[in-house]
């Protein structure tokens, strides 16, 4: 199985909202990762986890904020969106180290309203 | 850090022809480079990786190379079809740093035409 479970598909959310994407892969990799992707552009990383724990935060402001339950699960809690924040979500995990395969979920198609 | 260019941004080819999309990256302690596909709406999948201690590999239709010295790398598809048209990523990171994450060229649109 080298599945990665984004949910939910679509989220339509208002400024004021609060809501969470969800992530679960279960080929035992160690590294999961959010992308954010605009339109026509290349996934851009925000978080990544290694053994739960956060090693990178690419400069992300706090309106989203990452959570790993434990080492299948990835959550990112969305607060106080701007409409500029609307994007393809994706996460993704791998074994852990750089030189290996990393697998993408189908994203979270983010609208800002 | 590392910056990957990827050329050319679109590519349009008659069914059957070669497709050739080529990267160059920046740091070289970069040591993994994968290839990803990307049709529309969905994400990224990963169609091949090479790592620097090989020049070359090749699965099927799909083939990668790599060149050390001048950082920079290749996809080569061969006999292309109608649904090898997507968007083409290639990618590079650094197996030293742990927690690493890839670093995207901005991607190339290819469209094989029937």
């Known amino acids: 199985d080298t599945e990665v479970t984004q949910t939910p598909k679509h989220l339509v959310m208002g400024m004021t909202n609060k809501k969470s994407l969800k992530c679960e892969q279960h080929?035992?990799?160690?590294?999961m990762y959010w992308y954010k992707q605009k339109a026509k552009k290349p996934p851009e990383l925000m978080f990544v986890?290694?053994?739960?724990?956060?090693?990178i935060n690419e400069s992300v402001p706090s309106r989203f904020s990452p959570e790993c339950p434990n080492s299948s699960l990835l959550n990112l809690h969305l607060h106080a969106l701007q409409p500029e924040d609307s994007a393809l979500y994706l996460c993704?995990?791998?074994?852990?180290?750089?030189?290996?395969?990393?697998?993408f979920g189908q994203g979270t198609r983010l609208t800002v309203v | 850090g590392e910056n990957v260019e990827q050329h050319p941004s679109t590519l349009s080819v008659q069914e059957g022809d070669s497709a050739v999309i080529k990267c160059t990256y920046s740091?070289?302690?970069?040591?993994?480079f994968p290839w990803y596909k990307q049709e529309l709406g969905k994400g990224p999948q990963l169609i091949i990786d090479?790592?620097?201690?090989?020049g070359e590999k090749k699965d099927q239709r799909i083939a990668v190379t790599l060149n050390k010295t001048a950082k920079h790398f290749s996809l080569h598809i061969t006999e292309t079809q109608p649904e090898d048209s997507a968007v083409y990523f290639c990618?590079?990171?650094?197996?030293?740093?742990?927690?690493?994450?890839?670093?995207f060229g901005k991607g190339t649109t290819l469209s094989v035409s029937s």
């Open positions: 990618a590079a990171s650094n197996p030293e740093q742990a927690g690493t994450a890839l670093i």
């Open positions: 740091d070289s302690a970069s040591n993994y």
């Open positions: 080929m035992g990799h160690r590294a």
């Open positions: 993704a995990s791998s074994q852990g180290g750089g030189d290996t395969e990393a697998f």
């Open positions: 090479i790592r620097s201690n090989v």
């Open positions: 986890y290694s053994y739960e724990k956060l090693s």
